[in-house]
């Protein structure tokens, strides 16, 4: 059995939600298991239990969210390699994937050992949301693609 953790920054609920989409996904996979944790409820020694990561947040003034970025830097000193992982945002209006790329450039230079195989950057239609129409179920489809490489790797 495979297991996937999924890490997460939210302030209005949405990022969790295409997290737990996302796991819901991956659980598909009957080799597979994964959880969802806010960065708060994991500490970066645990991150060595899992055979892929995800990170996820929303978009903060064109930045991926505070407190995910600190707990990556607090975990650059885990020795991660051979794992695989994927990173995700929420945005409004015309920002898709910014927060999403950022994240992925800082995955890159503080977690040397992970290779990202995945990105997605999910729409909400306003501040505090709620999701735009599809989003939750491209976030499950996600889910199950991403869990087909993990099996297959
Ligand atoms: C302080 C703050 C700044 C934000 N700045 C942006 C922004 O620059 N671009 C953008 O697309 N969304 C921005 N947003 C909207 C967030 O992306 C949106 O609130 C988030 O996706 C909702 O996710 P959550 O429910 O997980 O918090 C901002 C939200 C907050 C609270």
Same mark, same amino acid.
């Given at each position: ?92 209006? $015309?920002? +898709?994937?910014?927060? #999403?790329?950022?994240? /992925?450039? *800082?995955?890159? =230079? ?15 239609? $306003?501040? +505090?949301?709620?999701? #735009?129409?599809?989003? /939750?179920? *491209?976030?499950? =489809? ?12």
């Amino acid at each position: 059995m495979k297991k996937v953790i999924i890490i997460y920054e939210s302030v209005y609920g949405n990022t969790k939600q295409i997290a737990e989409a996302i796991s819901k996904g991956i659980n598909e996979h009957a080799e597979l298991e994964s959880i969802v944790k806010k960065t708060g409820e994991i500490h970066t020694d645990d991150l060595c239990n899992y055979d892929a990561i995800l990170f996820g947040c929303p978009n903060h003034n064109q930045e991926p969210a505070l407190n995910l970025l600190k707990f990556i830097d607090r975990a650059s000193i885990v020795h991660l390699e051979g794992k695989i992982g994927a990173v995700f945002d929420t945005y409004t209006g $015309g920002n +898709k994937d910014v927060a #999403a790329k950022k994240l /992925e450039t *800082k995955v890159r =230079e503080k977690m040397l050992g992970i290779e990202l195989i995945g990105r997605l950057s999910s729409k909400v239609t $306003g501040r +505090k949301g709620p999701l #735009a129409d599809d989003e /939750e179920q *491209k976030a499950l =489809e996600f889910g199950i693609q991403f869990g087909r490489k993990l099996d297959e790797s």
